[in-house]
C-alpha cells in the first residue's frame, strides 16, 4: 500500500534507490494497491514520466522517485468518489502479490544463460487486512514458497495477520512499526539486505506468528472450523454445500440414543 505522509514517501524512496544504486543489474518493480484496484507505480509502462539528472543527481534515482510521484498523482486524481479513496480495507493485498509473482516468474524465464537472479517481495502496509481474500492470499503464499521466493513485510500500525504468516511461510522477515518516522531507518538496516546476508547482523527477533484462519462465510478470524476437502475453503459452522466450489457433503450423522433393552416372552415360556 502506499503510505501517504511526507516520511512514508521518504523512506520509501531511500529503499528504492538504494536498491538500484547496489548494482545495476538490480530490477525493480512497484505495485500500489487500494480498494479500486492494484497499479503500477514503476516502472511506468506508458513512458509519461521520464526522469532526468539534476543537482548531480544519478539519473536513476531521479526517475524512479518522478515516476513513482506521478503515477500515484494520476491514480488520485482520476478517482471522483472521496469514499473509494479513503476505503482502503486491504481488499486488492492478494491481486498485487499475485501481479508481483507473475511478473517474477515472467523475468526469471526470459533471463540469458549464465545470469541469474535472487527475487523478493516486499510489502510496505498500512491499510488493515480484508478477511475476505484469506484463499486468494494463501494460494499466492503458498506460491511464493514453492517458487523459493522470500516475502519481507514492514507494517505500519496493526499487525497484519495474512502478511505475518507470509513471512514466516517464505522465510522473510515480519517488522511492525508504531512511528512512521522510523522507517527510513528499518528499510535501509534489515530490508535491504538480503535473506542469507541477514541471518549474519542481530535483526529484531520474529513476533509471534497468528496462524488463525479466515472463514469464508462470515470473514472473520477463527481457530477452529470445518475445512472443505475439495478446494480447502474455512468455514466457521458446517455447510452441506461449499459456497466457494460447490461441492456437496453429507450432513454430520447424530448418534442415536440407546433405548432400553426389551425381552419377549417365547411360546416356551423363556426369555
Request: aromatic fraction near 8%.
Amino acid at each position: 500500500a502506499v503510505v501517504s505522509t511526507q516520511s512514508g514517501h521518504y523512506g520509501r524512496g531511500v529503499l528504492v534507490n538504494t536498491h538500484i544504486l547496489q548494482n545495476p543489474l538490480n530490477k525493480l518493480v512497484v505495485y500500489g494497491y487500494m480498494s479500486t484496484g492494484v497499479y503500477r507505480l514503476y516502472p511506468d509502462t506508458t513512458n509519461s514520466a521520464e526522469g532526468s539528472s539534476s543537482n548531480g543527481k544519478y539519473e536513476g534515482f531521479d526517475k524512479a522517485n518522478s515516476t513513482i510521484l506521478a503515477q500515484v498523482q494520476k491514480i488520485m486524481a482520476d478517482i471522483t468518489d472521496v469514499r473509494e479513496h479513503l476505503q482502503l480495507d486491504g481488499g486488492m493485498m492478494s491481486a498485487a502479490l499475485l501481479k508481483s509473482l507473475c511478473y517474477i516468474n515472467s523475468t526469471l524465464s526470459q533471463l540469458t544463460l549464465g545470469v541469474s537472479l535472487v527475487p523478493r517481495i516486499f510489502f510496505l502496509k498500512g491499510s488493515p487486512d480484508n478477511h475476505s481474500n484469506y484463499m486468494a492470499m494463501m494460494n499466492g503464499i503458498f506460491a511464493a514458497q514453492k517458487a523459493k521466493i522470500a516475502i519481507d513485510v514492514c507494517v505500519i500500525g496493526n499487525d497484519s495477520v495474512f502478511l505475518q504468516q507470509a513471512a514466516d511461510i517464505t522465510s522473510g522477515t515480519y517488522i511492525r512499526i508504531g512511528d512512521v518516522s522510523e522507517l527510513a531507518g528499518y528499510l535501509l538496516g534489515i530490508f535491504l539486505m538480503g535473506v542469507e546476508l541477514r541471518k549474519k547482523f542481530n535483526i529484531p527477533p520474529p513476533a509471534k506468528v497468528d496462524f488463525r484462519a479466515g472463514c469464508q462465510c462470515h470473514s472473520k478470524m477463527i481457530d477452529i472450523g470445518y475445512v472443505c476437502s475439495v478446494c480447502m475453503s474455512v468455514y466457521c459452522s458446517f455447510r452441506p454445500i461449499c459456497i466457494t466450489c460447490n461441492a456437496h457433503f453429507k450432513l454430520p450423522s447424530a448418534s442415536l440414543p440407546k433405548g432400553k433393552r426389551t425381552t419377549r416372552k417365547k411360546e416356551n415360556g423363556k426369555t
